[in-house]
């Protein structure tokens, strides 16, 4: 897990990389203007550039982010600058994978590049905002309260440098701005969906290993045997088995009495074995808190400055037949890693990688424009709602274990079946010869 690579300095931001980005993209315009004048080529650059002189100015500077001084690590935080997290290294690389592969079929075919690449611009923009806009809505009770300013709130939702993306948010997102531009650009539908559906699969592959690096979408605790993996300190699989009680050897389950929730106690003791939590004292019956104020802080120290973590205190409190205990456990005495979790970050990313392959070599035999997507509307699902099974970030959902994204993945599956048998009983058939021609 390494959720952050390094930190752009405050001081190179704002003006300076301003000024870098106009002479890039000026230079980049004119090798565009006098290689074909106003071409598809610079039509699709410009907005693409404008777009991105827009994020300096404005998105940069309201992300910039509040870190950990490594120089005074218990002190307050710090602007650190812009963070460049492995999560969007991963996504920015999953984009240009998913592009090339694409952009290699469609000259192996004789397909036109141009439109796709302002195509796939469109869609990795509005994807992004999709599954920024999934996650906001899904977990809206992070981001919007009766006690939040709604600048505040806005800011909180627009900030996504640390993760917080649903694959199928940004699947609705990007498919509704590619039907808008096969509406505009008349592109064949079906036939250009074919072609981006591995595309999608392979960067989708990619970026399920940004989640592994930034440690969200983890998977249940993994004690069958099974392949395993272990979080650091302040990780989110960390924080919620610290949580919960499970790194201080306590058993719990969810409080019912609702006096206790609105005190903000959320899990009750069921069982206590041998750890921290023995050793204050806690009871079965007892409902128990966590207050953690900046896990960066415990992810730094725990890695990097051990002999200052008993100085640091996780506030954990208990209550029992309405009296309050609270004292502070010294951050030396946690645990290093979460439990044992399943590893569906791989899990994923395999099913991905798989789905990719399968979808490429399905082009050989579809009979009809439009099976490729249709059978990634299918797969896809499939494999995320069996994923989902040993996921353990999001609760069920309508009264029922599900979770949003399995109840989504049924959906899809049924959007997709239906697809393809419209493309196989209506469709245009396939023109592209099932044997690519070789490039002389």
Known sequence: ????????????????????????????????????????????????????????????????????????????????????????????????????????????????????????????????????????????????????????????????????????????????????FFWWSKLPVWKTADLMAPGMAIGLAIGRLGCLMNGCCWGGVCDVGMPAIQFPAGSSSWVQHLSNGSLLGLKTKPVLDRASVELGFANEVVAVGDGLGKEIGVEPGDVIAIGIDNPDRIRFLKAWRADLADQEDVKFAWRREGNQNVVGLPLGKLPAQSLPVHPTQIYSSVNALLLCLLLWMYWYHRRSDGEVFALMLILYPIGRFMIEIIRNDEAGQFGTEWTISQWVSVGTIVVGFALFSYCRAFGQIAEVPAIEPQSE
Not at 37 to 56: H, N
Not at 89 to 116: E, K, N, Q, S
Not at 121 to 141: N, S, T, W
Not at 172 to 179: K, L, M, N, R, V
Request: one cysteine or more; proline letters at 7%; aromatic letters at 12%.
């Open 1 to 180: 897990m390494q959720p952050t690579l390094f930190f752009i300095p405050h001081q190179w931001l704002g003006w300076p990389l301003l000024v870098a980005w106009l002479l890039i993209s000026s230079l980049v315009a004119v090798y565009y203007w006098k290689r074909g004048g106003w071409s598809e080529e610079l039509k699709g650059f410009l907005p693409m550039a404008a777009v991105v002189t827009v994020v300096i100015l404005f998105v940069l500077p309201a992300v910039e982010v509040a870190g950990v001084d490594p120089e005074n690590p218990l002190g307050p935080l710090v602007n650190r600058g812009l963070a460049v997290r492995g999560y969007g290294l991963c996504m920015l690389l999953a984009i240009v994978t998913g592009m090339g592969v694409v952009i290699w079929r469609c000259r192996r075919i004789g397909f036109p590049v141009d439109p796709i690449f302002t195509l796939a611009f469109c869609m990795v923009i509005a994807g992004v905002v999709g599954a920024r806009l999934f996650y906001v809505i899904q977990k809206h009770d992070q981001f919007f309260g009766p006690d939040v300013p709604l600048i505040e709130s806005l800011k909180l939702a627009a900030n996504m440098t640390g993760g917080g993306l649903v694959v199928y948010g940004s699947l609705f997102g990007a498919s509704i701005a590619a039907f808008i």
